[in-house]
């Protein structure tokens, strides 16, 4: 990372402001992996970002088999004999028979099992008759079948050679399969991001001790270690700092040398007593504070030695909406995956805001819902206070207005992002 031009006054105009998308532009260009790799067992490995390339080593399925249980045969002797075959093998999966199929005959076969030679097509046994006659076994089989009906080609999920995962992912239950379905028992993954998280403020009270009057519960701690948690980091808890100049600074300076990314949340702004500004400034180096967005406009980025670090607005709303437009994205990064941009799509608002100011992007709380005729619209959380946790409960997602608005229409197409776009299920 390399210094930038500072964006220093808290009384600035928004339109003197920095942008949301040049923000996250800084933080793209400014920022790459920093874990080394490590190899763990698949059972481990949910969630954590691969760092090598998966390629199929042979075909998956390995060999043609059956899809169904029935009766495997050679679909030309079907029509010769009438659809009456002899009964002369029995094949059940993980059990493949050596011997070629004679003509005019059947074998006996359950899902899973190797088409022995000769077989082509399988009929499934609740369409066919057995039938016993003087010690040998036959079975009819119906006509119409197609040939190749249900047999399961070898390599039909995937051919050998296939690229199966590139790295830079973040592996899921699916890529898991897909992984032991090659047979590799442990995969090379991204080591974990360290996050320091530190809340800050002398009114914040961990859940447990006794609140007096002007004290508040740190929901924060709980709201961004949660957040954490689905980025499948390892978390380091440094507790609340009070509103101290000697103790914020020494704590964020011990932080730094054992993180990777610091994590504060409160004293973003520039009050005498949002001592988080002033220990980045001494400590290392800003480079953006002051945002054209709403809420979240104090969020502050920077670095300490080569610890990445992250000022998060105190209040709860402005803090969930900082981590997952920049935190998630920048976790991602250093962590080897790619920059997460949330999904977004386009859905009709059920709300209409008559004013809006222009120059500032806004993130509002958005229920997707689906109304009387059956649409999906989204619903704008109906109260816009930044401190109110009600509203991010009652949520499924942000509703995000751009720059150049200046009101919103009941009906008009707006940006929604899910939050199950965002990682939180
Ligand atoms: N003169 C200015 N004042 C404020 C500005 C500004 O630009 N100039 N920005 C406002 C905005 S926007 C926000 S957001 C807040 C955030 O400022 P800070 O990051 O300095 O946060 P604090 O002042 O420490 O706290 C704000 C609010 O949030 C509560 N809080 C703090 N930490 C936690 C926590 N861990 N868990 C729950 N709640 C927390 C705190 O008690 C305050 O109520 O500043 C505006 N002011
Ligand atoms: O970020 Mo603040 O929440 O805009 O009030």
Redesign the pocket.
């Known amino acids: 990372m390399t210094a930038n031009a500072l964006i220093d006054d808290c009384f600035l105009h928004d339109k003197d402001r920095l942008r949301h998308d040049e923000a996250l532009a800084i933080l793209k260009e400014r920022l790459g992996p920093v874990a080394g790799t490590e190899s763990v067992p698949l059972e481990e490995a949910n969630g954590r970002i691969l760092a090598e390339q998966i390629v199929a080593p042979r075909d998956i399925p390995l060999s043609d088999n059956a899809a169904v249980d029935g009766y495997a045969f050679r679909h030309s002797d079907h029509d010769p004999a009438g659809g009456f075959l002899r009964l002369e093998q029995r094949i059940a999966a993980g059990r493949p028979s050596d011997a070629e199929i004679g003509p005019w005959a059947a074998a006996r076969i359950f899902t899973g099992a190797v088409m022995p030679t000769g077989t082509d097509t399988v009929a499934m046994q609740e369409d066919c008759e057995r039938h016993d006659q003087d010690g040998q076994h036959f079975v009819i089989i119906p006509q119409g079948l197609k040939r190749g009906a249900n047999r399961r080609r070898a390599g039909e999920d995937v051919k050998q050679g296939t690229v199966l995962l590139e790295p830079g992912i973040r592996l899921r239950p699916q890529d898991l399969a897909a992984i032991a379905s090659t047979g590799k028992p442990s995969v090379s993954v991204y080591r974990k991001i360290r996050v320091a998280l530190i809340s800050t403020g002398d009114e914040i009270r961990r859940p447990g001790a006794d609140l007096k009057t002007g004290e508040v519960y740190d929901s924060n701690h709980f709201l961004l270690r949660a957040l954490c948690e689905t980025m499948h980091v390892s978390i380091a808890d440094l507790g609340v700092l009070p509103d101290t100049a000697d103790r914020v600074e020494e704590t964020l300076k011990a932080a730094a040398s054992r993180a990777d990314i610091l994590l504060t949340t409160g004293g973003a702004s520039r009050g005498e007593e949002d001592h988080i500004l002033w220990a980045l400034d001494r400590l290392g180096q800003r480079h953006m504070w002051q945002l054209a967005i ?5 969020m502050m980025f920077g670095q300490i030695g080569s610890c990445v670090f992250l000022g998060l ?1 105190g ?1 709860p ?2 803090a969930m909406v900082c981590f997952l437009l920049y935190a998630r994205p920048v976790i991602s990064v250093l962590g080897g995956g790619g920059f997460l941009e949330p999904q977004k799509f386009q859905v009709p608002a059920d709300f209409e805001v008559p004013k809006k100011k222009p120059d500032r992007r806004e993130f509002y709380r958005g229920v997707l819902e689906t109304d009387g005729l059956g649409n999906t619209v989204v619903r704008k959380f109906d109260r816009d206070g ?1 401190g109110l946790i009600t509203g991010l409960r009652e949520a499924n997602g942000l509703i995000e207005i751009p720059e150049e608005a200046t009101s919103v229409e009941d009906g008009q197409m707006v940006t929604f992002l899910p939050f199950s776009g965002m990682g939180i299920a």
């Open positions: 709403k809420p979240g406009r104090p607005p209040n709303v402005a930044s």
